[in-house]
Structure formats: structure tokens, C-alpha cells
């Protein structure tokens, strides 16, 4: 999974939203949102913005890497 696919899930869930609410909000199809989350596609950065704009957070948030350094 990538980073962005992460991020998206986290968030989808922490505003307790289903797959289908997100991709109805921000305009493309559940099977695109669910190969973002499982890293199966990358998005390009007019979808990051729309998630960003959704999700109201900023668009680096949903790119960033957030796993612990070791």
C-alpha cells in the first residue's frame, strides 16, 4: 500500500466515511478509490486535490510518509 493509500484510508475512516461516500464526494468511481488505498494506482495531482479539498486536509498530509523512523 502506498503512502497516499494510507493516508486516505486513515482519514476516510477517522471522518467515518464509507468508500462510496468519499468517491461520490470527490467525483470518481469506488473501484478507483479502492486501488488508492491498496496502492494499486496512483493518483495524479488533480485527484489528490479533490481528496484534499474533501477530506479538508492539505494535499501534502495525504502524500507524506508516516511510518516511525527506526
Do not use: C, W
Amino acid at each position: 500500500m502506498s503512502h497516499f493509500g494510507k493516508n486516505i484510508k486513515r482519514i476516510r475512516e477517522e471522518r467515518q466515511m464509507t468508500l462510496q461516500e468519499l468517491a461520490v464526494k470527490a467525483r470518481i468511481g469506488t473501484n478507483s478509490l479502492m486501488k488508492y488505498e491498496e496502492g494499486e494506482k496512483i493518483p495524479d495531482t488533480p485527484t489528490v486535490l479533490k481528496f484534499s479539498t474533501v477530506l479538508d486536509v492539505p494535499a501534502s498530509t495525504l502524500l507524506e510518509d508516516r511510518t516511525p523512523a527506526s
